[in-house]
């Protein structure tokens, strides 16, 4: 059930004649980061996936730069802006950005595979209000989105890491929920779904500890109405496996900054 997130930084890019060695930053990259949202694994595009880069790419797919995203040009219109992190293959994404017609969706997501994917499904069912970053979205965040940049935040079965000795792998981590509250505008929302229980403890437990979030249900949240079942989904479901949803509002700022300590007379 959980999606893959890997493949090439850039669409179509094969790595450059003076890669820098393994451990140290690619020569051109002044950002290196010691946290990724995502982990290269293979995989293969097929030629209807190749054939939707082609198609759909050049309207769909949007290059990586490090200076803020001015939205209203990349999706050619005034609409509240909803990140998503990792959309694996695309199938809730393509979904949710057909019932909410309203909200323009910037998804992030390396997986080549994946990429070429959802762009398939953008060109079949005739979607209008998705932009792909394939780049890692840790420096999209810092370099891309502004504070106070984002209406709300999707991040669907990230990698749980199983292994204990993997988990500070995960991609829940607090500075980088940090770095997405500050993005949120307040009244924004942070919606996290995973398939695995203690991943799913953890989560709670960070963005419960991020001051400028607020829950929006007492613990987990019900499964909003806007986010599918997917196959993978209903398939871990007959097999016994739940699913958690947690849903976290951005604070206004005043609710988000502690009273004083009173003072002694």
């Known amino acids: ?42 995989g293969r595009t097929t ?18 730069s490090a200076a803020p995203l001015d939205a209203a040009t990349a999706f050619g219109r005034e609409a509240p802006l909803i990140l998503e992190i990792g959309f694996g ?11 909410r017609p309203g909200d323009n969706f ?10 070429g994917a959802l762009l398939k499904r953008i060109g079949e069912h005739g979607i209008e209000n998705i932009r792909i970053l394939q780049h890692d979205a840790v420096e999209v965040l810092d370099h891309m989105l502004p504070p106070g940049s984002l209406d ?27 770095k997405l509250a500050a993005r949120l505008k307040p009244g924004g929302y942070l919606h996290c779904a995973t398939d695995w229980q203690p991943y799913a403890e953890q989560m709670l437990e960070v963005l419960g500890g991020e001051p400028l979030l ?9 499964q909003p109405a806007y ?14 496996h739940g699913v958690w949803d947690l849903v976290f509002m951005r604070r206004d700022l005043e609710d988000s900054i502690p009273p004083p300590e009173p003072t002694a007379r």
């Open 1 to 42: 059930m959980t999606p893959s997130f890997a493949s090439q930084a850039a669409c179509g890019t094969t790595p450059p004649q003076d890669a820098a060695p393994a451990g140290q930053a690619p020569a051109g990259i002044p950002y290196p980061k010691a946290i990724k949202s995502f982990v290269r694994r293979a």
């Open 47 to 64: 030629a209807a996936q190749a054939k939707a880069f082609a198609d759909q790419g050049p309207r769909f797919l949007l290059p990586y």
């Open 89 to 99: 293959m695309g199938e809730a994404t393509a979904h949710i950005a057909r019932v």
């Open 106 to 115: 910037l998804c992030c997501e390396v997986h080549e595979p994946g990429v």
């Open 152 to 178: 709300g935040v999707h991040i669907f079965f990230p990698d749980p890491w199983h292994k204990k000795k993997h988990n500070k792998r995960r991609l829940i981590q607090p500075p980088l929920v940090a």
């Open 214 to 222: 607020a829950n929006t249900a007492d613990g987990y949240a019900p």
């Open 227 to 240: 986010r599918p079942l997917t196959k993978f989904e209903n398939r871990g479901l007959r097999l016994g």
